[in-house]
């Protein structure tokens, strides 16, 4: 009877399904008709118009711009030769340009407004990498939601996010946009951000189009360094960098798809034609349109890929790259290339129908100023319900390492020396790539403990830095004034505990930011020995953008928190988790080295043909160091403990379905992710030796058990071989379960295809 009562609900559940796939098909159809009319309308300079992107113009509601390039800017909007802005932010400005472009220009074609709304807007959500600890997809689909609706309200429509590179390498510094190592994490996380930012319909005044970034293997620079080579083979390619862009694009529909500033395998990204016409536009369908980085069409000379900027505007086109940011070489040469017959018609037509396909579909020809309202601005920019999430989502992102004789949560009679200047800093937790967060706003560990009425008395130790960080230059650090720290050991010495805050500046994170030493800047390293010989009971808390080595700590301090740059909310969040208000949760996405020699370390690596240990040397280790890591990827502790058992594999028609018991053995309640690991024994291709194939995040009371049930399809099953081919094979397929990458609870299964 169950079954027969299902089906009436599942016949008009896929009555439903056809019957909007048919309305959409109708609307696009309706778009494209519309494209075509515009199209046939457009000169070639404006055509080529909308293939151009610049930076703001400057104040066009003041008087005019002094500044020859600026004026040009304005100028161009009125004759209709720019087809989008960035970095123009807020209703009123918005409007005006908007306004110039809508009823000056001789076609009336809406522009589209860009910004790097990375990880909030107003309100400073964590950096993405500590997003991605949370594991929490539901709640980070919620942050891109509210970065969405803060962002848009300011006139907004388009977002130069979510950063999707996986990356292997923490020297790297713009591992802090992206959600780590792992493919499968970082694209269900791709999928969600994407879904948050363009919400359930695009033409809504609150959403606005998401963009992919970087296409490709940006985060696999050599040594760590920004902008360098990324020199990959196929399999990697296939298996590991491109996946977070494809389920991006087929499960949420993102719109747009940047290049990147590398060359992959030789070839400057944003020059090349496989990677954007062959796989993206061709093997994938995308059908929104393809973004340079800034300038990175310009970049191609150095790369000594074009000689000059002509020719990389034709090299750029020919190659799929349909708008140009900020390097002025469509602007400059693609009429004069199409007049020539260097650059085909049907490819600039092409780009120009992507862009338009986009402006359309957020609904800017029906209504060019729908986000541009004075009152919801002002509304959405202080909603406390922002705010809120923004501290669950923190509380969430955070990820005990270690917690030696339980030194942690701290108790409430315990006295506590509060140490270190990041401890009372209120603008290093925003982040890097903090959007419109305003400077130092946000809540520090500091104003959290006098807040949450704990026992306390705060010693700064030493600066971190000498003056003021910003954006454009690096970080001067503080090497030599020890002169705080005989007040900081003092207080160290009075206390029952210490909570130390130690790490990175903000901008000592993100884009051009690569170290090669990682441990603590300055002489931060020199104040935790001292403090910690002054008081054995210390908590050491970790702000940093990446992973740092933190190999000293791990063996000589009691707790570890990696606290990351979690957002306006970063102090109250870590005071929660550090007095057990909340119980942390969040697990690594990236693994943690010993030691900067073992960089790149990852854990879905390939076995060796010597994988050892033998007590002979000749097998594939270090002689002065661990292969082990840190910390694993997946690793992150409870105030509970959980325990996993009765693990079961069969077999259903193609698909495999994994059964596991998981236990909350512990005396409080808390959040488990189970991680479910899988190894492909023997294959055409060598497999890594691990591999995370699903994951689930659950709330379990003490004493509490729960049975999760994982299935694999063969989405899951197979892989890429070295000629770009999917496949799946028979053979024998190992599984592993639990809550790091480390599980130990282990079965297998000889699986028939």
């Not at 009823?103 to 809406?110: K, M, W």
């Not at 080579?229 to 993102?254: Q, S």
């Not at 292969?627 to 698909?655: D, I, M």
Request: charged share 25%; aromatic share 8%.
């Amino acid at each position: 009877m169950k079954t027969l009562a299902k089906r009436p609900g599942l016949a008009i559940g896929a009555a439903l399904m056809c019957l909007a796939a048919a309305a959409r098909g109708a609307e696009a159809d309706a778009i494209d008709a519309r494209i075509e009319t515009l199209l046939a309308q457009m000169t070639l300079a404006e055509k080529v118009g909308q293939l151009v992107l610049y930076s703001d113009p400057g104040d066009v509601t003041g008087p005019a711009p002094q500044d020859e390039t600026q004026r040009r800017k304005v100028e161009f909007v009125k004759s209709g030769l720019i087809g989008s802005m960035l970095n123009v932010i807020g209703v009123e400005d918005v409007r005006e340009i908007q306004k110039i472009a809508v009823e000056d220009s001789r076609l009336g074609i809406p522009m589209l407004f860009g910004y790097d709304v990375i990880h909030g807007h107003k309100t400073a959500f964590p950096i993405p990498l500590a997003e991605a600890a949370s594991w929490d997809l539901a709640l980070i689909e919620k942050s891109a939601r509210i970065a969405a609706i803060e962002a848009s309200a300011q006139g907004l429509n388009w977002t130069f996010a979510p950063m999707v590179d996986i990356s292997r390498d923490p020297r790297w510094g713009r591992v802090m946009e992206g959600a780590g190592e792992d493919p499968f994490l970082g694209a269900e996380i791709a999928v969600v951000r994407v879904r948050g930012f363009q919400g359930e319909d695009l033409a809504a005044p609150d959403t606005i189009a998401a963009t992919l970034k970087h296409f490709a293997a940006y985060g696999f620079a050599e040594s760590g360094k920004d902008y360098n080579a990324a020199d990959i083979g196929t399999v990697t390619l296939f298996n590991v960098v491109l996946p977070p862009f494809r389920k991006a694009i087929e499960r949420a529909n993102a719109r747009v798809v940047m290049n990147s500033f590398n060359t992959l395998n030789g070839v400057p990204a944003t020059g090349d034609r496989w990677l954007q016409r062959d796989i993206l536009k061709g093997a994938w369908g995308f059908d929104g349109f393809i973004v340079s980085d800034w300038s990175s069409g310009l970049e191609m000379i150095a790369h000594g890929f074009a000689p000059d900027a002509r020719e990389a505007a034709r090299l750029a086109i020919l190659a799929g790259s349909d708008v140009d940011m900020e390097s002025d070489i469509y602007k400059r040469y693609l009429e004069g290339l199409a007049a020539d017959g260097a650059a085909p018609m049907e490819m600039i037509d092409d780009a120009v129908r992507r862009v338009l396909r986009v402006k359309f579909e957020l609904g800017l020809f029906d209504d060019p100023y729908r986000y541009l309202d004075a009152a919801r601005e002002k509304k959405a920019l202080s909603e406390p319900a922002h705010r809120e999430l923004a501290l669950k989502i923190a509380e969430r992102s955070i990820v005990l390492l270690k917690n030696e004789g339980e030194i942690l949560p701290l108790r409430a009679h315990d006295s506590i020396a509060l140490i270190g200047a990041l401890a009372a800093d209120k603008d290093t937790p925003l982040g890097n790539w903090r959007a419109q967060a305003e400077f130092g706003s946000a809540v520090s560990v500091r104003e959290a403990f006098e807040a949450a009425g704990v026992d306390f008395e705060y010693e700064e130790g030493a600066a971190l830095e000498v003056g003021q960080a910003n954006f454009a230059d690096e970080v001067l650090v503080n090497t030599s004034d020890r002169s705080g720290f005989d007040a900081a050991v003092e207080a160290a010495g009075r206390a029952d505990k210490v909570v130390i805050v130690l790490g990175e500046d903000a901008m000592q994170s993100g884009e051009g930011r690569s170290r090669a030493h990682l441990g603590f800047p300055g002489v931060q390293q020199d104040l935790l020995e001292a403090v910690c010989e002054a008081n054995q009971n210390v908590i050491l808390v970790v702000m940093s953008g990446r992973p740092l080595v933190l190999s000293w700590a791990a063996e000589n301090v009691p707790a570890i928190v990696q606290a990351w740059h979690l957002g306006h909310e970063a102090g109250t969040a870590i005071t929660n988790v550090l007095t057990g208000a909340y119980n942390p949760s969040g697990k690594l996405p990236m693994t943690f080295p010993r030691a900067g020699g073992q960089i790149p370390i990852y854990y879905n690596h390939l076995n060796t043909g010597r994988p050892g240990p033998r007590e002979e040397v000749f097998w594939s280790h270090y002689i002065d160091e661990s292969n082990a890591p840190l910390y694993p990827f997946g690793h992150g502790l409870s105030y509970t403990t959980f325990s996993y058992s009765r693990l079961s594999v069969r077999q259903r028609g193609e698909n495999i379905e994994i059964s596991v018991r998981v236990r909350n053995d512990g005396q409080v309640a808390g959040e488990e992710t189970v991680q479910l690991y899988m190894r492909d024994r023997t294959a055409s291709v060598s497999r890594p030796v691990r591999e995370l194939k699903g994951f689930r995040k659950i709330e379990l009371r003490p004493g509490e058990s729960r049975r999760i049930t994982f299935s694999l399809t063969k989405e899951e099953l197979g892989f890429y071989n070295q000629r770009g081919e999917y496949v799946v094979e028979p053979g024998t397929f190992d599984f592993f379960v639990g809550g790091s990458s480390a599980a130990t609870l282990t079965t297998s299964l000889n699986y028939r295809v």
